[in-house]
């Protein structure tokens, strides 16, 4: 991969833990096997500072495949904010990529994900740029499949237009699960996450479940949406 300028901030998160046997999520083992190992999938956010979209693609990548690429625009940047590593799973190795302009996170999306040792590229867009056309994003899908690196592309404040990702996904944060010891703090994160195209499975809506000790997501039927969120207001109340 070409060498890229000063503003690449390579982070550092903590030791990678032993890889539990457990850690394929639903989402990667329930693929029919036409799905390739690796593609572009994009994310919508439901609402612009939701950090929902961003946990569940975090949730679908791999730490020990190697260091993630994290790119985003100066919109997305003041925003949504910047990666907090201490959130983090363990073992995550993030550089990250500071840029103005759309048209400059697709160029280094691009650019990253020609390199097989990245463990996936995390894209960040905001709004609907003419750059961001068709085009673009069968580029970035055939540059994922042809070298076997993850692209997410994080939309916020945009609309579904026509695209090239294999999949897309809708996204927005529920309550939290019940903490096992405190019943004042949250618990499992819970997000709803919805399905709307896909080349290789059925749209649907789902609760997803991240168990984060395992990095692991778990799907539950849409009836889980009324036990969460009935949860969520007996708690405000």
Do not use: N
């Not at 404040?157 to 990702?165: D, I, Q, S, V, Y």
């Not at 168990?211 to 109340?237: I, K, V």
């Amino acid at each position: 991969m070409r060498t890229l300028p000063e503003h690449f901030q390579p982070t550092k998160g903590r030791p990678v833990p032993p890889k539990p046997a457990s850690a394929t999520g639903p989402l990667r083992a329930r693929a029919s096997s036409g799905r390739p190992a690796a593609t572009l999938s994009e994310v919508f956010a439901d609402s612009a500072a939701d950090a929902a979209p961003t946990g569940f693609a975090l949730a679908q990548l791999e730490p020990a495949r190697g260091p993630l690429l994290w790119v985003s625009d100066r919109v997305t940047r003041k925003e949504a904010g910047i990666p907090y590593l201490s959130g983090f799973p363990a073992g995550f190795e993030v550089i990250r990529v500071d840029v103005a302009r759309p048209v400059d996170v697709l160029w280094a999306a691009e650019q990253g994900l020609g390199c097989p040792s990245l463990g996936g590229v995390m894209a960040e867009i905001w709004g609907d740029p003419p750059v961001l056309d068709f085009t673009a994003t069968k580029r970035l899908a055939l540059r994922a499949e042809t070298h076997g690196v993850a692209c997410w592309l994080m939309r916020r404040a945009a609309t579904p237009a026509l695209g090239a990702a294999r999949e897309r996904w809708r996204v927005g944060a529920l309550p939290s699960g019940r903490h096992p010891w405190d019943a004042r703090a949250p618990g499992q994160p819970h997000w709803r996450v919805e399905l709307f195209r896909s080349r290789y499975r059925a749209p649907g809506t789902w609760v997803a479940r991240y168990d984060r000790a395992a990095h692991r997501l778990e799907l539950e039927h849409p009836m889980a949406l009324r036990g969460t969120e009935a949860a969520g207001a007996g708690a405000g109340g």
